[in-house]
């Protein structure tokens, strides 16, 4: 073989060898440009056959390749934060006579994420599960879906305005608000509305006042009768109860009375009325008690072991009347709704017939106190006798609790009658005819009268006590007639008065509140007597 070939051999083998190192290195196809020699097959004729060259075995190990890091996803922002009510208002827009009939609710909602997409109102009557509910008028609850105030739920804040109208009343009520994000996250706020009038306030209305014995004893230990043939609407109540009190000054304020005149607490030593009060500073708390004018009644005096008289000789009973009226005179008497008469407050005494002294010291007590020039006081006489008492002149009127029995003698029979049971019709006559020969005595000794109306009376169910006086039935009908001469023959001079007994005395059946049987009876019979004046 010539050296010429044979080169050119070795030379293909080289240029052979290159290619597979390139493609091991590349771990690629070679490029469809690299061209690779032809293969020259020499002839026989031009070389002998050569011994076997040994091919190269390549063996191409792949390069391992880095293992990709997963790719974070990020996670989509979820608001969870409710958005905040701030600034719930209520606020009564239309009011007549203290009767609240319109108001408007206003508040705001923000979010730190998400707009506000959508809020509620709801007015809701109060339930007063430990009362019945029959005194209290029906109404439904309210709900009201809501606006923003700029028209559109587009923003992170929003203001809203919502009015209440042509609200029933004689109750509190829940104002609830309810706002949700576009997230869907919820959020509640609520108030809860001061008492709100059921009746207009018509006792300002006329140039009458009306002025009903209140009492606000009934406690647990002291309570009302649980047997009465007629209950009271609101149930057996206790008089620390504020909702009571409300719908006390509510139902009569609305019927045209003015003054509760409320025993005083320091009544009877012996029944220890200390209670009434803890009782009477709880009512001073409610709502509507500047909407009642109001005084005390009491023997203010507690020399009563066991009935009066009360002997003003002895120094203890001139002294603790002394006292009592000045206790009220420097803790309660300077209220603005403290009952007074040309300026001056005025207190009621009850069984001031009972007062004695042989030394004058029931007209000192009285002077002592400033009767007449500091303080009015109001005294009581009974029976159809005049008797002459020598505090006449330091009284600025008299009255009688319970004419229909005080001024009756047929019922009695001490006074030649007898004890029974009599319609307030047969009786009526007589008590008026008292009062009128009491109306004249007094006013010519220069004091005024002041006549009682009452319904009847029946103390048959008085767990205190087992005096059971003579019953006289109660009767709308005989009352209205009642009031009805009292306003022509009584009422004829200024300031014009009228004593009732009582609003709520149900041991001995004078009252006039609301009942399971009567209702409204007689508070409808003394508004209606009384119009137009």
Same mark, same amino acid.
């Given at each position: 073989?010539?050296?010429?070939?044979?080169?050119?051999?070795?030379?293909?083998?080289?240029?052979?060898?290159?290619?597979?190192?390139?493609?091991?290195?590349?771990?690629?196809?070679?490029?469809?440009?690299?061209?690779?020699?032809?293969?020259?097959?020499?002839?026989?004729?031009?070389?002998?056959?050569?011994?076997?060259?040994?091919?190269?075995?390549?063996?191409?190990?792949?390069?391992?390749?880095?293992?990709?890091?997963?790719?974070?996803?990020?996670?989509?922002?979820?608001?969870?934060?409710?958005?905040?009510?701030?600034?719930?208002?209520?606020?009564?827009?239309?009011?007549?006579?203290?009767?609240?009939?319109?108001?408007?609710?206003?508040?705001?909602?923000?979010?730190?994420?998400?707009?506000?997409?959508?809020?509620?109102?709801?007015?809701?009557?109060?339930?007063?599960?430990?009362?019945?509910?029959?005194?209290?008028?029906?109404?439904?609850?309210?709900?009201?879906?809501?606006?923003?105030?700029?028209?559109?739920?587009?923003?992170? /804040?929003?203001?809203?305005?919502?009015?209440?109208?042509?609200?029933?009343?004689?109750?509190?009520?829940? &104002?609830?608000? &309810?706002?949700?994000?576009?997230?869907?996250?919820?959020?509640?706020?609520?108030?809860?509305?001061?008492?709100?009038?059921?009746?207009?306030?018509?006792?300002?209305?006329?140039?009458?006042?009306?002025?009903?014995?209140?009492?606000?004893?009934?406690?647990?230990?002291?309570?009302?009768?649980?047997?009465?043939?007629?209950?009271?609407?609101?149930? @057996?109540? $206790?008089?620390?109860?504020?909702? &009571?009190?409300?719908?006390?000054?509510?139902?009569?304020?609305?019927?045209?009375?003015?003054?509760?005149?409320?025993?005083?607490?320091?009544? $009877?030593?012996?029944?220890?009325?200390?209670?009434?009060? /803890?009782? @009477?500073?709880?009512?001073?708390?409610?709502?509507?008690?500047?909407?009642?004018?109001?005084?005390?009644?009491?023997?203010?005096?507690?020399?009563?072991?066991?009935?009066?008289?009360?002997?003003?000789?002895?120094?203890?009973?001139?002294?603790?009347?002394?006292?009592?009226?000045?206790?009220? /005179?420097?803790?309660?008497?300077?209220?603005?709704?403290?009952?007074?008469?040309?300026?001056?407050?005025?207190?009621?005494?009850?069984?001031?017939?009972?007062?004695?002294?042989?030394?004058?010291?029931? /007209?000192?007590?009285?002077?002592?106190?400033?009767?007449?020039?500091?303080?009015?006081?109001?005294?009581?006489?009974?029976?159809?006798?005049?008797?002459? @008492?020598?505090?006449?002149?330091?009284?600025?009127?008299?009255?009688?609790?319970?004419?229909?029995?005080?001024?009756?003698?047929?019922?009695?029979?001490?006074?030649?009658?007898?004890?029974?049971?009599?319609?307030?019709?047969?009786?009526?006559?007589?008590?008026?005819?008292?009062?009128?020969?009491?109306?004249?005595?007094?006013?010519?000794?220069?004091?005024?009268?002041?006549?009682?109306?009452?319904?009847?009376?029946? $103390?048959?169910?008085?767990?205190?006590?087992?005096?059971?006086?003579?019953?006289?039935?109660?009767?709308?009908?005989?009352?209205?007639?009642?009031?009805?001469?009292?306003?022509?023959?009584?009422?004829?001079?200024?300031?014009?008065?009228?004593?009732?007994?009582?609003?709520?005395?149900?041991?001995?059946?004078?009252?006039?509140?609301?009942?399971?049987?009567?209702?409204?009876?007689?508070?409808?019979?003394?508004?209606?007597?009384?119009?137009?004046?």
């Amino acid at each position: 073989m010539s050296g010429r070939i044979l080169r050119k051999e070795l030379l293909r083998l080289v240029a052979v060898l290159f290619i597979g190192v390139g493609l091991i290195s590349a771990c690629a196809k070679p490029s469809p440009e690299a061209k690779i020699p032809p293969t020259l097959t020499p002839t026989a004729t031009h070389m002998p056959t050569p011994s076997p060259t040994p091919t190269p075995t390549l063996t191409l190990v792949p390069t391992a390749s880095p293992t990709p890091k997963p790719t974070a996803t990020p996670t989509p922002y979820v608001d969870r934060t409710p958005p905040e009510i701030s600034g719930l208002e209520w606020q009564p827009t239309r009011v007549v006579n203290s009767k609240v009939y319109d108001g408007r609710v206003t508040f705001e909602a923000q979010d730190e994420g998400s707009p506000i997409a959508y809020a509620e109102l709801n007015f809701v009557p109060k339930e007063y599960p430990h009362l019945s509910r029959a005194a209290f008028p029906e109404e439904d609850p309210r709900k009201l879906v809501l606006k923003p105030l700029d028209g559109a739920f587009d923003e992170l /804040k929003e203001e809203f305005a919502v009015d209440i109208t042509d609200i029933i009343g004689g109750r509190e009520y829940d &104002v609830v608000a &309810v706002v949700k994000d576009k997230a869907g996250n919820i959020s509640t706020a609520s108030l809860k509305t001061p008492y709100i009038r059921e009746f207009e306030n018509m006792a300002p209305l006329d140039d009458i006042t009306i002025a009903a014995f209140y009492y606000n004893w009934y406690s647990p230990n002291y309570y009302i009768p649980r047997n009465l043939p007629d209950k009271p609407l609101l149930g @057996f109540y $206790n008089s620390e109860d504020n909702i &009571v009190f409300n719908r006390h000054v509510d139902w009569a304020t609305g019927h045209r009375i003015d003054v509760f005149a409320f025993p005083y607490p320091y009544h $009877n030593s012996k029944y220890a009325f200390t209670w009434l009060e /803890k009782i @009477f500073k709880k009512n001073m708390e409610a709502e509507l008690f500047g909407q009642m004018k109001f005084s005390f009644c009491s023997t203010f005096v507690d020399n009563t072991d066991p009935h009066p008289p009360y002997d003003f000789d002895d120094p203890k009973v001139k002294q603790d009347f002394i006292e009592n009226i000045e206790h009220i /005179k420097a803790h309660y008497a300077e209220l603005p709704n403290f009952w007074r008469i040309n300026g001056k407050p005025v207190i009621v005494t009850w069984s001031t017939h009972a007062y004695q002294s042989e030394s004058g010291n029931v /007209k000192y007590a009285m002077e002592a106190v400033g009767s007449g020039r500091d303080v009015l006081l109001i005294g009581e006489i009974v029976g159809t006798g005049k008797p002459k @008492f020598e505090w006449y002149n330091n009284v600025y009127g008299l009255y009688t609790y319970e004419p229909l029995l005080s001024f009756v003698d047929s019922v009695w029979p001490h006074a030649g009658g007898k004890l029974g049971t009599y319609e307030v019709g047969g009786v009526l006559d007589e008590a008026l005819e008292t009062m009128r020969g009491w109306k004249q005595f007094v006013e010519r000794i220069g004091i005024k009268y002041i006549p009682t109306i009452s319904p009847g009376f029946d $103390n048959t169910y008085d767990y205190r006590t087992t005096n059971r006086p003579s019953i006289i039935v109660r009767s709308p009908y005989s009352f209205g007639k009642f009031i009805s001469e009292v306003k022509r023959d009584f009422l004829d001079r200024n300031p014009k008065i009228i004593f009732v007994t009582t609003l709520n005395e149900w041991f001995e059946g004078t009252q006039i509140e609301p009942s399971e049987e009567e209702g409204f009876a007689y508070l409808e019979i003394l508004k209606e007597a009384l119009a137009g004046h």
